[in-house]
């Protein structure tokens, strides 16, 4: 049993083997505790009020946001915008930053394997600056061929925007190697962390990044908080996201001055308590510690696998080395639809997702449609992976075949 399991109520509430995890965590005990201790002893609109209970919001606030801080390694609490998730975070950086400072001639580049989220506010900046996208199409692995970055990251790169970890593929991009090409070119770069930040340690600096967005909810956290790190001097220079109140200094009949940074682009009532708990999550995660998570993940999907090539109507996406999954396998099995994939195992209580996972232009890509997925966390352990595999055999059987 994993030592860990406990801390989560669901899984003595609502008992199941819950694989979903890269389309949201589930939460401890110490997340849901934080979340409701706020909202009994702290519940008050932050940075705006001088009495106890604000003043003790806004103290909470703060804390958080220099938490994330020290958990990506950014320079300072000002770096670091709260959001309400990933898509906010990005779609702030294009609104703000793409339609302000790319212009016609320019080139963006993403990738085909990316989540929707960080394709869509590509596309919208494409067609209103004129500029022009490009995409780097990866290798079965997830992986990039030399001659592919070096035809596409030119020095008309005004930005690249790319996944730390695939959604589906669960391959791990060199964010590093990728900035350095970027920036020798003149451009800047767009990491969308929601599945890197939840297994592996994060250092905007070390990699230095220019932007790097990440979902509290895939960090144990509650739904509706996430945050966006940006270098000072490309923030500064950024105009609002969103106007309204608390991202001001001063307004007047003829316009307005804004905050300082980071309230500049944090209008309107905040989520502190969310904020609070994700800090809690923070800590919960980091007590667990990212060797643990890694080597969990990597020995379950092994384990994995190893079942996987006893059963030779299955199929797994990207690489065949379970390491490079960062506890997310995609997967097919022959001569059945990925939904009833995921119909069967649910009704052994075996939780897994099954679609396009957000991510279409990659589903054309590998030539299907949708894939079954089945993501890890610092939760499951042995039981969950036999009682998958256990599943798993039964579905050709279940839809009518003979094996």
């Known amino acids: 049993m994993n030592p860990y399991k406990k ?63 020290d958990f990506i390694n950014a320079s300072e609490d000002a770096e670091v915008i709260f959001t309400r998730n990933t898509t906010e975070s990005i779609n702030l950086v294009a609104y703000s930053y793409g339609l302000n400072f ?6 963006i580049v993403t990738t085909v ?27 079965r692995d997830g992986s990039f061929a030399e001659e592919e ?53 994060v250092d905007v600096r070390e990699m230095d990044v220019d932007f790097f967005a990440l979902s509290g909810h895939k960090l144990m956290a509650p739904f509706g908080i996430g945050a966006l790190y940006g270098k000072r001097e490309l923030l500064e220079k950024m105009p609002p996201f969103l106007t309204g ?20 682009f944090e209008a309107g009532t905040v989520n502190p308590a969310g904020a609070y708990a994700l800090k809690a999550a923070i800590e919960y995660l980091q007590g667990v510690g990212f060797d643990y998570i890694r080597k969990t993940e990597d020995a379950l999907v092994s384990r994995m696998f190893e079942e ?57 890509y590998l030539g299907v449609g949708n894939t079954a997925r089945a993501s890890l966390y610092l939760y499951n352990d042995d039981e969950d992976i036999d009682a998958f595999i256990t599943s798993i055999k039964k579905v050709r059987k279940t839809v009518g075949y003979e094996d």
């Open 7 to 69: 801390d989560f109520p669901v899984f003595d509430n609502k008992p199941c083997v819950y694989l979903d995890s890269a389309a949201t965590a589930q939460r401890p005990s110490a997340v849901i505790e934080a979340e409701k201790y706020f909202y009994e002893n702290m519940n008050a609109n932050p940075l705006r009020g001088l009495y106890e209970l604000s003043m003790a919001a806004t103290d909470a606030y703060a804390e958080a946001r220099s938490c994330v801080r």
């Open 245 to 264: 109140g608390e991202m001001i200094e001063y307004v007047r009949l003829d316009g307005a001055t804004w905050a300082e940074l980071p309230h500049k």
């Open 149 to 201: 970055l070096n035809k596409k990251i030119t020095k008309k790169c005004a930005l690249l925007a790319v996944a730390q970890v695939s959604n589906v593929l669960g391959c791990v991009n060199p964010i590093k190697e990728l900035a350095d090409r970027v920036h020798k070119n003149g451009g800047v770069i767009v990491v969308d962390g929601a599945q890197s930040a939840p297994h592996m340690k």
């Open 308 to 364: 996987f090539e006893r059963l030779p109507y299955m199929h797994i996406y990207g690489s065949p080395e379970p390491g490079k999954h960062t506890g997310i396998v995609s997967f097919a099995i022959e001569g059945v639809h990925p939904h009833d994939i995921a119909s069967i195992l649910d009704a052994d209580r075996v939780d897994i997702r099954a679609g396009h996972h957000c991510a279409q232009p990659l589903m054309d």
């Open 113 to 139: 394997m990316e989540h929707h989220s960080n394709m869509l506010p590509w596309q919208m900046v494409a067609e209103r600056t004129g500029a022009r996208l490009v995409y780097l199409e990866p290798e």
């Open 102 to 107: 790319i212009h016609k001639g320019d080139v």
